[in-house]
């Protein structure tokens, strides 16, 4: 005897996946087909879109069980929506919807919109450890560097182990707490604003704690690369420190793995040639590669299997 097909909680029977979603792939902008789904969907689905529609902040941030009552649904009725349009769960559903709402919103707005670092450290894990593994091993004869915040930039203080004694700056007090463990290394915490919702310091002391200093080299995260508009991040104070951590040091090597190319612009933090190095994971176009080290950055994709930095054309330049 035929099962009969999988239904929500209302009787409704499951819309077919979105194209994309038996890959584990989002495609094409959120936001648009959330929209023009509605009506077309299930009871329970319906609920969801109408609730993240009216109030994506609420949905960008709120915990599951905040956004299951709030649309009259279950938890898990949430996390199969999320589904539905390609992404593995909620992180990577909500990591897809701030893309999504920075193409719509205004850039005052952009700050409430940036996913939570929970989500972040939750989606694509295995190519940032592979990154990050990777990033370490490129020190060198550096003395002193930068970390910026982010769970990839984290999972890179995790690989400092083995590395000679280095002095170590960073905004982020969860890498401050990581690197405790590496007594041999000297950390830096900047003057600033405590902000709790990032377990990070912020705001204008860091520039002017960082105009006197001098690092070799800063290792930087963005939200969004863009081969003409450069690096940018959601939050325009953080924008506005990387520039002066940038400032402050002589090479720069930028951590993001392939998700970030293609994002919407947000917040500049520079030009792209003033990025040395990019290192990211197999899933950046080649073309985009071949685009970017025409430019002078050297682009280092690295294979989350192996670890291994696949072939590229140009060397670093410093």
Do not use: W
């Not at 009871?43 to 109408?50: D, E, L, S, Y």
């Not at 707490?177 to 912020?202: C, F, Q, W």
């Not at 040639?273 to 990211?280: E, G, H, L, M, N």
Request: glycine share 6%; net charge positive.
């Amino acid at each position: 005897m035929s099962r009969s097909p999988r239904r929500e909680e209302t009787g409704a029977r499951l819309p077919p996946p979105h194209p994309g979603a038996a890959a584990g792939r989002p495609t094409g902008d959120l936001l648009e087909r959330i929209r023009a789904d509605i009506g077309h969907v299930s009871k329970a689905f319906g609920r969801i879109a109408n609730y993240l529609v009216a109030d994506p902040d609420s949905f960008m941030h709120a915990p599951l069980r905040a956004i299951s009552a709030g649309a009259g649904v279950s938890e898990p009725s949430i996390v199969r929506y999320c589904k539905h349009y390609g992404c593995r769960g909620v992180p990577e559903f909500r990591i897809e919807l701030a893309k999504s709402l920075a193409r719509e919103l205004p850039e005052f707005r952009l700050n409430l919109i940036a996913p939570d670092i929970s989500d972040r450290e939750q989606v694509n894990v295995d190519k940032k450890r592979a990154i990050a593994r990777y990033a370490a091993s490129l020190i060198g004869r550096e003395r002193s560097i930068i970390i910026d915040s982010g769970s990839t930039l984290r999972t890179f203080a995790t690989q400092l182990g083995d590395v000679r004694e280095l002095s170590i700056l960073t905004a982020d007090l969860e890498i401050v707490n990581l690197l405790k463990r590496y007594a041999h290394h000297e950390v830096i915490v900047p003057a600033g604003t405590v902000r709790y919702d990032t377990m990070s310091i912020g705001g204008r002391f860091i520039e002017r704690f960082l105009a006197e200093m001098h690092f070799d080299t800063f290792f930087l995260g963005a939200d969004a690369i863009d081969l003409r508009l450069g690096l940018s991040t959601f939050n325009e104070e953080e924008a506005q420190k990387n520039a002066a951590m940038i400032r402050a040091s002589d090479r720069v090597v930028v951590l993001a793995d392939s998700s970030k190319f293609g994002t919407p612009s947000l917040h500049r933090i520079c030009d792209i040639r003033r990025a040395q190095v990019i290192v990211t994971d197999t899933g950046v176009d080649p073309v985009l590669v071949q685009q970017l080290e025409r430019l002078g950055v050297a682009v280092h994709c690295i294979d989350p299997r192996t670890g291994q930095r696949a072939a590229t054309r140009r060397r670093e330049r410093r």
